[in-house]
C-alpha cells in the first residue's frame, strides 16, 4: 500500500474568507465558494430556486434578479443567456439566470430575489397550462 503525504493547508478552514449571497424574499444569508453559482449556491443550502435543465442553459427556471447596486459589478450575459432570458416569467432590468451568474470575492454580499413565478414548459404542461 503506498501512502501519499498531502500538504497542509495554509489557512484554516474557519479562517478562510467566503463570499456570502442573500437571497430574498426569504431574506437568508448564506456562504459560498468562490465560482459557485447562484443556482448552486441555492441548491446547497434549500434554498427553492428551479433549475429544471440542472444549469445547462436549455430553460429559464433559474431567473433571479440582482440587486440594482450589484449590478454593474457583473459580467455582461452571453447571447445564450440574453434568449434564454426572453422566455423568463417577469424579467426586469437586473434579471439574470442564477446558473450563469458564479459568485466571486468581489461579489460578497450581493442580493438576489427569487421571482414568485418561473416559466417551467414541462410542469406547466402537466399542470394543463403552455
Not at 478562510?16 to 465560482?35: C, H, K, Q, S, Y
Not at 434554498?47 to 427556471?61: D, F, K, R, V
Request: aromatic fraction near 6%.
Amino acid at each position: 500500500m503506498i501512502f501519499i503525504a498531502l500538504e497542509p493547508i495554509d489557512t484554516p478552514v474557519e479562517e478562510r474568507f467566503m463570499p456570502r449571497i442573500t437571497f430574498l424574499p426569504m431574506n437568508r444569508t448564506v456562504e459560498v465558494d468562490a465560482g459557485t453559482t447562484v443556482l448552486e449556491a441555492a441548491h446547497e443550502h434549500d434554498i427553492a430556486l428551479e433549475g429544471a435543465c440542472e444549469g445547462s442553459l436549455a430553460c429559464s427556471t433559474c431567473h433571479v434578479i440582482v440587486a440594482r447596486e450589484w449590478y454593474p459589478r457583473l459580467e455582461a450575459a452571453d447571447d445564450e443567456e440574453e434568449d434564454m432570458l426572453d422566455r423568463a416569467f417577469g424579467v426586469t432590468p437586473t434579471s439574470r439566470l442564477g446558473c450563469q451568474l458564479q459568485i466571486t470575492d468581489d461579489l460578497d454580499g450581493i442580493t438576489v430575489t427569487i421571482p414568485e413565478y418561473s416559466v417551467n414548459i414541462h410542469v406547466d404542461k402537466k399542470r394543463g397550462g403552455a
